[in-house]
């Protein structure tokens, strides 16, 4: 067989295999969006552990997991949003749930303060999930150059998008070990996935790409433990 024949054959085959790894990519997003059956959160536990859940993607979570039957205990700093978004989860779903609100700022609040905060709110709780969302970014303009960031900017966006998920998981994983189970959902970014960098929204996009390969690292550590971790990547 000539070389040119083997080049082709060579060429030919490489090709099937791309063809076959993206087909089983494919198949396996299939039956993953529109085939597999879900899962039955309660499962995990009983109560689900959900920071920044007054507005936005927080919020659509609260009420999606109480739709699932499961209690709530919502983390946030305002108060009265906390009070408001708990009276519309126990009007709607009115002796079915339980609903705990925690007010505790983030962004202010050390890693060790946080961590004694969740613990404190969870304890004798069968806390099956924990959602880290809270997040910060960059204020008007949304935008900015590196520098152009303010100390309060950068402090709140490192200690709430870093610091708050870390601890808050720390506060609960304890409780995941002791019964061998538990899920833990981080809420991530697209900017850690479609692009290559994310320039003037710098320190935004490296908290969440910190988010992303903490959430892998962290999950294979448990899996054998019973506990499910990952970060869900939204387009921001």
């Not at 962004?107 to 099956?128: F, P, Q, R, Y």
């Not at 490296?206 to 939204?234: N, P, R, W």
Request: aromatic share 8%; proline share 2%.
């Amino acid at each position: 067989m000539e070389l040119e024949d083997l080049m082709i054959m060579a060429a030919a085959l490489l090709g099937f295999i791309l063809l076959f790894k993206n087909l089983l990519v494919f198949v396996r997003w299939l039956h993953a969006t529109f085939l597999r059956k879900p899962k039955n959160l309660r499962e995990y536990g009983s109560w689900a552990v959900i920071t920044g859940p007054t507005d936005g993607i927080g919020k659509a979570l609260a009420f999606e997991l109480a739709s699932k039957g499961l209690n709530l205990v919502l983390v946030g700093r305002n108060p009265n949003k906390l009070e408001a978004t708990s009276s519309e989860l126990m009007q709607r779903y009115e002796k079915e749930i339980q609903v705990k609100t925690v007010v505790a700022d983030l962004a202010k609040l050390s890693g060790l303060e946080i961590e004694v905060a969740v613990a404190e709110a969870t304890e004798g709780l069968d806390v099956g999930v924990v959602v880290n969302n809270a997040g910060a970014a960059y204020g008007h303009p949304y935008a900015k150059y590196f520098h152009e960031v303010d100390d309060e900017s950068m402090e709140c966006i490192l200690r709430v998008n870093v610091n708050a998920a870390v601890w808050v998981t720390k506060g609960v994983i304890d409780g995941m070990l002791k019964k061998k189970r538990g899920a833990i959902v981080n809420i991530g970014s697209g900017s850690t996935v479609y692009v290559s960098s994310f320039p003037l929204q710098t320190l935004y996009a490296s908290t969440k790409a910190f988010m992303a390969m903490f959430s892998k690292s962290v999950a294979l550590e448990y899996k054998d433990q019973g506990i499910d971790i990952q970060c869900q990547v939204h387009v921001s």
